[in-house]
């Protein structure tokens, strides 16, 4: 580690023991694009950034978790624009996505206006342009649901749910930064990706299973 215009830098083998990977894979990525600029001295010797680690982490995530390519790793990246910058800005961009893939685009135009219309009033899907694989997904549900009349009712609680819950992850972040002074960037991926989903998909099998004796 070194210190630099009051910045920390990593040496290549530093990554390498932070993050598991061998130099050869951080090299690849860094020659896909994928790494913040490195910083070279005098003697030739490439220092990389300290959120490499967390951009590094980022990317074994989605390899390991969701088989994510590194192509399509970096089709993600360019177009949410990633932030080496910004730690927060990152993680947040790595919740967007997760929850979003941008793959087999459709415009809005060429999509049913009124089913559209009503997501977007539900707060089911953002009002823009193009979307993708995720939202096309929720509005085919959504599509089918609608013939149903507790339908809205139910989309209503899950929105509103959602919403009480964000605020809860929001405040429970804030006190784990300003106690620790650091929010593990795969804790965050892992909530997503895997905790909360078991946590609720238990719940709906429970109730599910007393239909039985109903």
Same mark, same amino acid.
């Given at each position: 580690?070194?210190?630099?215009? @009051?910045?920390? *830098?990593?040496?290549?083998?530093?990554?390498?023991?932070? $993050?598991?990977l061998s130099n050869h894979t951080i090299s690849f990525y860094s020659k896909k694009g994928l790494l913040p600029n490195t910083l070279?001295?005098?003697?030739?010797m490439k220092y990389y950034p300290?959120? $490499?680690?967390?951009?590094?982490?980022?990317?074994? *995530?989605?390899?390991e978790n969701l088989n994510f390519s590194i192509d399509y790793i970096k089709e993600l990246f360019d177009y949410y624009q990633i932030d080496f910058n910004d730690r927060a800005e990152l993680i947040l961009q790595s919740i967007q996505m997760l929850? #979003?893939?941008?793959?087999?685009?459709? #415009?809005?135009k060429d999509l049913d206006k009124e089913l559209v219309n009503e997501?977007?009033?539900?707060?089911?899907? @953002? @009002?823009?342009?193009? *979307?993708?694989?995720?939202?096309?997904?929720?509005?085919?549900? *959504?599509?089918?649901?609608?013939?149903?009349?507790?339908?809205?009712?139910?989309?209503?609680?899950?929105?509103?749910t959602s919403k009480k819950l964000a605020k809860l992850e929001r405040q429970l972040s804030k006190k784990v930064l300003e106690k620790t002074g650091y929010l593990p960037e795969i804790l965050v991926l892992n909530i997503l990706n895997s905790f909360k989903p078991y946590i609720f998909n238990r719940q709906t099998i429970e109730e599910f299973k007393r239909l039985d004796y109903e």
């Open positions: 580690m070194k210190i630099i215009d @009051d910045k920390t *830098y990593y040496k290549m083998s530093e990554l390498v023991e932070q $993050t598991k070279s001295t005098s003697k030739n300290q959120i $490499t680690i967390t951009v590094l982490n980022m990317i074994k *995530y989605f390899k929850s #979003s893939e941008i793959r087999n685009p459709i #415009s809005k997501a977007i009033k539900l707060d089911l899907i @953002d @009002d823009k342009e193009i *979307y993708f694989k995720t939202e096309i997904e929720v509005l085919n549900v *959504y599509a089918e649901l609608r013939s149903y009349e507790i339908a809205t009712e139910l989309i209503n609680e899950y929105v509103i």
